[in-house]
Protein backbone atom coordinates (compact mmCIF):
# COMPACT_ATOMS: atom_id res chain seq x y z
CA UNK A 1 0.00 0.00 0.00
CA UNK A 2 1.44 3.47 -1.19
CA UNK A 3 0.52 6.88 0.92
CA UNK A 4 0.88 10.13 -1.64
CA UNK A 5 2.06 13.50 -0.23
CA UNK A 6 1.02 16.72 -2.01
CA UNK A 7 3.39 18.55 -0.40
CA UNK A 8 6.45 15.88 0.53
CA UNK A 9 9.65 17.39 -0.98
CA UNK A 10 11.35 20.91 -0.31
CA UNK A 11 9.68 22.27 -3.31
CA UNK A 12 6.36 21.40 -2.26
CA UNK A 13 5.94 18.64 -5.04
CA UNK A 14 4.02 15.31 -4.52
CA UNK A 15 5.97 12.32 -2.68
CA UNK A 16 4.35 9.04 -3.30
CA UNK A 17 6.32 6.54 -0.89
CA UNK A 18 6.07 2.53 -1.03
CA UNK A 19 7.76 0.07 0.95
CA UNK A 20 10.13 2.21 2.40
CA UNK A 21 11.25 3.71 -0.77
CA UNK A 22 10.26 7.35 -2.21
CA UNK A 23 9.28 8.68 -5.21
CA UNK A 24 8.35 12.20 -6.78
CA UNK A 25 6.18 13.14 -9.43
CA UNK A 26 7.96 13.25 -12.38
CA UNK A 27 5.06 14.23 -15.28
CA UNK A 28 1.15 13.76 -15.76
CA UNK A 29 -0.69 12.29 -19.05
CA UNK A 30 -4.10 12.14 -19.74
CA UNK A 31 -4.46 9.01 -17.76
CA UNK A 32 -1.35 8.61 -16.02
CA UNK A 33 1.33 9.83 -13.45
CA UNK A 34 5.11 9.06 -13.97
CA UNK A 35 6.77 9.20 -10.73
CA UNK A 36 10.91 8.56 -10.27
CA UNK A 37 13.19 7.80 -7.17
CA UNK A 38 13.92 10.43 -5.05
CA UNK A 39 17.12 9.45 -5.42
CA UNK A 40 17.18 9.86 -8.95
CA UNK A 41 19.87 12.59 -9.02
CA UNK A 42 21.86 12.02 -5.67
CA UNK A 43 22.16 8.16 -5.92
CA UNK A 44 21.56 7.95 -9.89
CA UNK A 45 18.96 5.67 -9.07
CA UNK A 46 16.17 5.12 -12.07
CA UNK A 47 13.43 2.98 -10.30
CA UNK A 48 9.91 4.21 -11.55
CA UNK A 49 6.54 3.76 -10.79
CA UNK A 50 3.67 4.39 -13.03
CA UNK A 51 -0.07 4.89 -11.68
CA UNK A 52 -3.50 5.93 -13.06
CA UNK A 53 -4.97 9.29 -12.85
CA UNK A 54 -8.58 8.11 -11.66
CA UNK A 55 -7.53 5.03 -9.73
CA UNK A 56 -4.76 5.92 -7.76
CA UNK A 57 -3.57 2.85 -8.50
CA UNK A 58 0.29 0.96 -9.37
CA UNK A 59 0.02 0.36 -13.43
CA UNK A 60 3.71 -0.37 -14.16
CA UNK A 61 7.30 -0.74 -11.78
CA UNK A 62 10.24 -0.20 -14.07
CA UNK A 63 13.65 -0.57 -13.13
CA UNK A 64 15.34 -1.33 -9.74
CA UNK A 65 16.57 0.28 -6.86
CA UNK A 66 20.00 1.04 -6.89
CA UNK A 67 19.73 3.27 -3.66
CA UNK A 68 19.99 2.04 -0.31
CA UNK A 69 16.90 1.62 2.26
CA UNK A 70 17.59 3.85 5.12
CA UNK A 71 15.30 3.51 7.56
CA UNK A 72 16.06 6.88 9.52
CA UNK A 73 16.40 8.97 6.63
CA UNK A 74 12.57 7.70 5.94
CA UNK A 75 11.64 8.77 9.11
CA UNK A 76 13.48 11.95 8.95
CA UNK A 77 11.89 12.49 5.42
CA UNK A 78 8.06 11.71 7.08
CA UNK A 79 8.74 13.94 10.10
CA UNK A 80 9.38 17.10 7.26
CA UNK A 81 6.45 16.55 5.43
CA UNK A 82 3.94 16.15 8.83
CA UNK A 83 5.30 19.52 9.78
CA UNK A 84 5.36 20.87 6.29
CA UNK A 85 1.28 19.66 6.42
CA UNK A 86 0.51 20.69 9.85
CA UNK A 87 1.81 24.38 8.81
CA UNK A 88 -0.14 24.75 5.97
CA UNK A 89 -3.04 23.03 6.96
CA UNK A 90 -3.66 24.04 10.84
CA UNK A 91 -3.20 27.11 13.10
CA UNK A 92 -1.17 25.52 15.74
CA UNK A 93 1.68 26.65 17.33
CA UNK A 94 4.47 25.90 15.96
CA UNK A 95 5.97 24.71 19.22
CA UNK A 96 3.00 21.82 19.48
CA UNK A 97 3.56 21.15 15.63
CA UNK A 98 7.06 20.48 16.75
CA UNK A 99 5.82 18.49 19.73
CA UNK A 100 3.30 16.50 18.11
CA UNK A 101 5.65 15.12 15.43
CA UNK A 102 8.77 14.33 17.98
CA UNK A 103 5.92 11.38 18.43
CA UNK A 104 6.98 7.90 17.51
CA UNK A 105 10.44 8.84 16.39
CA UNK A 106 13.23 7.36 17.14
CA UNK A 107 16.64 8.13 18.87
CA UNK A 108 19.09 8.33 15.42
CA UNK A 109 15.78 10.35 13.90
CA UNK A 110 15.34 12.19 16.22
CA UNK A 111 19.92 12.92 16.39
CA UNK A 112 19.38 14.00 12.58
CA UNK A 113 17.03 16.45 12.75
CA UNK A 114 17.62 20.19 12.60
CA UNK A 115 17.24 22.23 16.62
CA UNK A 116 14.28 22.78 17.57
CA UNK A 117 13.75 26.60 16.82
CA UNK A 118 15.13 26.13 12.83
CA UNK A 119 11.85 23.95 12.48
CA UNK A 120 9.58 26.46 14.46
CA UNK A 121 11.11 29.10 11.85
CA UNK A 122 10.48 27.03 8.83
CA UNK A 123 7.22 26.86 10.31
CA UNK A 124 6.54 30.50 10.16
CA UNK A 125 7.78 31.36 6.86
CA UNK A 126 5.89 28.33 5.46
CA UNK A 127 2.63 30.49 6.81
CA UNK A 128 4.02 33.59 5.66
CA UNK A 129 5.01 32.51 2.15
CA UNK A 130 1.85 31.22 1.79
CA UNK A 131 0.06 33.94 3.17
CA UNK A 132 -1.87 31.86 6.40
CA UNK A 133 -4.39 34.15 7.97
CA UNK A 134 -3.62 35.50 11.82
CA UNK A 135 -6.49 34.64 14.35
CA UNK A 136 -8.89 37.00 13.87
CA UNK A 137 -9.94 38.72 17.40
CA UNK A 138 -12.90 40.22 16.41
CA UNK A 139 -16.27 39.64 13.81
CA UNK A 140 -15.03 41.98 11.74
CA UNK A 141 -12.00 39.69 10.00
CA UNK A 142 -12.67 39.81 5.98
CA UNK A 143 -12.72 35.82 5.29
CA UNK A 144 -12.29 32.39 6.78
CA UNK A 145 -8.82 31.01 5.16
CA UNK A 146 -9.11 28.42 2.22
CA UNK A 147 -8.36 25.81 3.75
CA UNK A 148 -10.75 26.04 6.45
CA UNK A 149 -13.62 26.15 4.32
CA UNK A 150 -13.43 22.46 2.87
CA UNK A 151 -13.68 19.33 4.66
CA UNK A 152 -11.16 16.51 4.70
CA UNK A 153 -12.35 14.83 1.56
CA UNK A 154 -11.69 18.62 0.02
CA UNK A 155 -15.81 19.45 -0.04
CA UNK A 156 -16.78 23.11 0.69
CA UNK A 157 -18.01 22.56 4.14
CA UNK A 158 -18.39 26.60 4.93
CA UNK A 159 -21.72 27.37 2.89
CA UNK A 160 -22.55 30.66 4.82
CA UNK A 161 -20.48 33.54 5.73
CA UNK A 162 -23.06 37.01 6.19
CA UNK A 163 -19.72 38.87 5.72
CA UNK A 164 -18.14 40.80 8.41
CA UNK A 165 -20.12 42.88 11.26
CA UNK A 166 -21.49 42.05 14.65
CA UNK A 167 -24.54 39.89 13.91
CA UNK A 168 -22.19 38.09 11.13
CA UNK A 169 -23.31 34.07 10.81
CA UNK A 170 -21.28 31.33 10.01
CA UNK A 171 -23.13 28.23 8.79
CA UNK A 172 -21.13 25.27 8.05
CA UNK A 173 -22.76 21.89 6.37
CA UNK A 174 -20.84 19.24 3.91
CA UNK A 175 -22.80 18.49 0.71
CA UNK A 176 -23.52 14.91 2.47
CA UNK A 177 -24.95 16.63 5.36
CA UNK A 178 -26.91 18.85 3.24
CA UNK A 179 -28.57 16.09 1.34
CA UNK A 180 -29.71 14.35 4.60
CA UNK A 181 -31.01 17.41 6.07
CA UNK A 182 -33.26 17.80 2.85
CA UNK A 183 -34.23 14.47 2.49
CA UNK A 184 -35.05 14.02 6.71
CA UNK A 185 -38.58 14.93 8.25
CA UNK A 186 -37.74 15.44 12.14
CA UNK A 187 -35.33 17.37 12.93
CA UNK A 188 -33.74 18.46 16.68
CA UNK A 189 -32.27 21.89 17.08
CA UNK A 190 -30.19 23.04 20.27
CA UNK A 191 -26.93 25.65 20.84
CA UNK A 192 -24.09 25.06 22.89
CA UNK A 193 -21.57 27.96 24.12
CA UNK A 194 -18.77 26.45 26.32
CA UNK A 195 -16.71 25.27 23.15
CA UNK A 196 -17.44 29.06 21.35
CA UNK A 197 -14.68 31.10 20.21
CA UNK A 198 -14.68 34.17 21.85
CA UNK A 199 -15.89 36.45 19.42
CA UNK A 200 -19.35 34.02 18.66
CA UNK A 201 -22.26 33.37 21.26
CA UNK A 202 -23.04 29.94 20.46
CA UNK A 203 -23.11 26.60 18.17
CA UNK A 204 -26.72 26.00 17.12
CA UNK A 205 -26.98 22.70 16.05
CA UNK A 206 -29.76 21.17 13.72
CA UNK A 207 -29.79 17.32 14.08
CA UNK A 208 -31.90 15.09 11.66
CA UNK A 209 -33.28 12.13 12.20
CA UNK A 210 -32.02 9.35 10.02
CA UNK A 211 -32.29 5.62 9.84
CA UNK A 212 -33.60 5.90 13.48
CA UNK A 213 -30.48 7.80 14.53
CA UNK A 214 -30.37 11.65 15.61
CA UNK A 215 -27.36 12.76 12.77
CA UNK A 216 -26.27 16.68 13.05
CA UNK A 217 -26.71 18.30 9.88
CA UNK A 218 -26.16 21.97 9.82
CA UNK A 219 -23.55 24.26 12.36
CA UNK A 220 -23.93 27.88 12.85
CA UNK A 221 -22.18 30.15 14.62
CA UNK A 222 -23.96 32.67 16.27
CA UNK A 223 -23.30 36.19 17.82
CA UNK A 224 -26.59 36.10 19.22
CA UNK A 225 -29.80 34.29 20.08
CA UNK A 226 -32.53 37.09 19.32
CA UNK A 227 -35.60 36.71 16.58
CA UNK A 228 -33.55 38.22 13.72
CA UNK A 229 -31.21 36.10 14.62
CA UNK A 230 -32.66 32.84 13.88
CA UNK A 231 -35.11 34.35 11.26
CA UNK A 232 -31.89 35.16 9.35
CA UNK A 233 -30.39 32.07 9.65
CA UNK A 234 -33.41 30.10 9.02
CA UNK A 235 -33.76 32.03 5.62
CA UNK A 236 -29.91 31.24 4.55
CA UNK A 237 -30.39 27.63 5.14
CA UNK A 238 -33.08 27.58 2.80
CA UNK A 239 -31.09 29.36 0.12
CA UNK A 240 -27.98 26.62 0.77
CA UNK A 241 -30.84 23.97 0.63
CA UNK A 242 -33.87 24.81 -0.78
CA UNK A 243 -35.64 21.66 -0.80
CA UNK A 244 -35.48 21.86 3.19
CA UNK A 245 -39.11 21.82 4.68
CA UNK A 246 -39.17 20.65 8.28
CA UNK A 247 -41.99 17.91 8.25
CA UNK A 248 -44.17 19.54 11.76
CA UNK A 249 -45.07 22.46 9.48
CA UNK A 250 -47.02 20.67 7.24
CA UNK A 251 -47.94 23.75 5.51
CA UNK A 252 -49.64 25.04 8.15
CA UNK A 253 -47.61 27.47 9.20
CA UNK A 254 -49.65 30.39 7.98
CA UNK A 255 -52.39 29.33 9.88
CA UNK A 256 -50.48 28.96 12.81
CA UNK A 257 -49.83 32.64 12.88
CA UNK A 258 -52.89 33.81 12.24
CA UNK A 259 -55.46 31.05 13.85
CA UNK A 260 -55.47 31.40 17.97
CA UNK A 261 -57.68 28.67 18.18
CA UNK A 262 -56.03 26.82 15.52
CA UNK A 263 -52.72 27.42 17.10
CA UNK A 264 -53.90 27.10 20.69
CA UNK A 265 -55.13 22.97 19.79
CA UNK A 266 -51.70 22.54 18.16
CA UNK A 267 -50.63 23.44 21.33
CA UNK A 268 -52.16 20.91 22.62
CA UNK A 269 -51.51 18.22 20.90
CA UNK A 270 -47.58 19.35 22.00
CA UNK A 271 -48.84 19.09 25.55
CA UNK A 272 -48.69 15.60 24.92
CA UNK A 273 -45.11 15.32 25.62
CA UNK A 274 -45.52 16.86 29.08
CA UNK A 275 -48.48 13.59 30.67
CA UNK A 276 -47.27 10.81 32.42
CA UNK A 277 -46.15 8.45 29.76
CA UNK A 278 -49.17 5.89 30.74
CA UNK A 279 -51.77 8.82 30.09
CA UNK A 280 -50.35 9.83 26.75
CA UNK A 281 -52.48 7.23 25.04
CA UNK A 282 -55.77 8.25 26.39
CA UNK A 283 -54.64 11.84 26.42
CA UNK A 284 -53.97 11.44 22.58
CA UNK A 285 -57.00 9.91 21.42
CA UNK A 286 -59.19 12.07 23.66
CA UNK A 287 -57.85 14.92 21.01
CA UNK A 288 -58.61 12.80 17.91
CA UNK A 289 -62.25 12.77 19.13
CA UNK A 290 -62.19 16.68 20.10
CA UNK A 291 -60.49 18.21 16.77
CA UNK A 292 -62.01 18.84 13.41
CA UNK A 293 -60.85 17.49 9.98
CA UNK A 294 -58.46 19.87 8.95
CA UNK A 295 -56.17 18.49 12.07
CA UNK A 296 -56.32 14.72 10.56
CA UNK A 297 -52.84 15.35 8.39
CA UNK A 298 -51.39 16.85 11.66
CA UNK A 299 -53.13 13.82 13.79
CA UNK A 300 -51.78 11.00 11.21
CA UNK A 301 -48.16 12.08 11.58
CA UNK A 302 -47.98 12.37 15.13
CA UNK A 303 -49.25 9.24 15.84
CA UNK A 304 -47.20 7.35 13.07
CA UNK A 305 -43.87 8.85 14.55
CA UNK A 306 -44.87 9.19 18.02
CA UNK A 307 -47.84 6.90 19.18
CA UNK A 308 -47.89 4.18 16.72
CA UNK A 309 -50.34 3.69 13.95
CA UNK A 310 -53.11 1.12 14.60
CA UNK A 311 -53.11 -2.24 13.54
CA UNK A 312 -56.47 -4.32 12.29
CA UNK A 313 -56.11 -6.21 15.44
CA UNK A 314 -55.75 -2.92 17.22
CA UNK A 315 -52.64 -3.85 18.49
CA UNK A 316 -50.33 -0.12 17.75
CA UNK A 317 -47.10 -0.78 15.38
CA UNK A 318 -43.79 0.77 17.07
CA UNK A 319 -43.46 4.07 16.69
CA UNK A 320 -40.01 5.94 15.23
CA UNK A 321 -39.87 7.56 18.73
CA UNK A 322 -41.55 5.80 21.35
CA UNK A 323 -43.35 7.61 24.38
CA UNK A 324 -40.37 7.05 26.84
CA UNK A 325 -37.38 8.35 24.61
CA UNK A 326 -39.85 11.94 23.87
CA UNK A 327 -41.64 12.38 27.27
CA UNK A 328 -40.91 14.87 29.31
CA UNK A 329 -42.84 14.16 32.36
CA UNK A 330 -40.59 12.90 34.50
CA UNK A 331 -37.51 15.67 33.72
CA UNK A 332 -40.30 18.62 34.45
CA UNK A 333 -41.49 16.98 37.40
CA UNK A 334 -37.91 16.67 38.56
CA UNK A 335 -36.78 20.33 37.68
CA UNK A 336 -34.37 18.76 35.35
CA UNK A 337 -33.68 20.32 31.98
CA UNK A 338 -35.85 20.18 29.40
CA UNK A 339 -33.77 19.37 26.18
CA UNK A 340 -33.37 16.11 24.23
CA UNK A 341 -31.50 13.34 25.07
CA UNK A 342 -29.49 13.07 21.87
CA UNK A 343 -28.73 16.51 21.23
CA UNK A 344 -27.90 16.47 24.97
CA UNK A 345 -25.62 13.55 24.41
CA UNK A 346 -23.84 14.84 21.45
CA UNK A 347 -23.01 18.36 22.97
CA UNK A 348 -20.96 16.22 25.66
CA UNK A 349 -19.57 15.02 23.25
CA UNK A 350 -18.68 18.11 21.41
CA UNK A 351 -17.26 19.22 24.73
CA UNK A 352 -14.79 16.28 25.21
CA UNK A 353 -13.78 16.66 21.52
CA UNK A 354 -12.81 20.36 22.09
CA UNK A 355 -10.97 19.61 24.87
CA UNK A 356 -10.83 23.50 26.09
CA UNK A 357 -13.44 26.48 26.72
CA UNK A 358 -13.78 28.85 24.03
CA UNK A 359 -10.47 27.92 21.60
CA UNK A 360 -9.40 30.57 19.17
CA UNK A 361 -11.81 30.31 15.69
CA UNK A 362 -9.18 28.52 13.48
CA UNK A 363 -8.75 26.04 16.05
CA UNK A 364 -12.19 25.69 16.31
CA UNK A 365 -12.86 25.46 12.72
CA UNK A 366 -10.56 22.77 12.37
CA UNK A 367 -12.33 20.23 15.07
CA UNK A 368 -15.58 20.68 13.56
CA UNK A 369 -13.86 19.89 10.59
CA UNK A 370 -12.58 16.88 12.08
CA UNK A 371 -15.70 16.50 13.88
CA UNK A 372 -17.70 16.73 10.87
CA UNK A 373 -15.24 13.65 9.05
CA UNK A 374 -16.77 11.77 12.35
CA UNK A 375 -20.52 11.88 10.94
CA UNK A 376 -19.73 11.03 7.25
CA UNK A 377 -18.05 7.85 8.87
CA UNK A 378 -21.56 7.14 10.72
CA UNK A 379 -23.58 7.85 7.33
CA UNK A 380 -21.37 5.64 5.20
Not at 72 to 83: G, I, K, L, Y
Not at 316 to 345: C, D, G, V, Y
Request: include cysteine; proline fraction near 4%; glycine fraction near 2%.
Amino acid sequence: MFTISQSGTSKQRPQLDLDGFSYVRDRITSDKIYWRCIKYKSDHCHARLHTCLESKTILKHTGDHICKFDATENQVRQFSQQVTGRALNTQEDPDVIVTNCYKKLSDPSLARLPVRDNIKRRIRMLRQKNQIVKEPNDPQFQSVPTQLTLNHRQEQFLQCDTCPGDDRILIFASPEQLHVLQTSQDFLVDGTFKVVPEIFYQLFIIHAVYRQHTVPVVYALLRRKDAGTYTCLFDEIVKIAPNWLPASSLGHQAQYQKDSTFSHNIHKIAALAFLDPNSVLNGFESLCEQLDDQYDNILDYFEETYIGKLRSNRVRRKPLFEINFWSMHHRTTQLSMRTNNSAEAYHRRINSVFQCSHPTLWLFLQRLIDEENVVHADLV
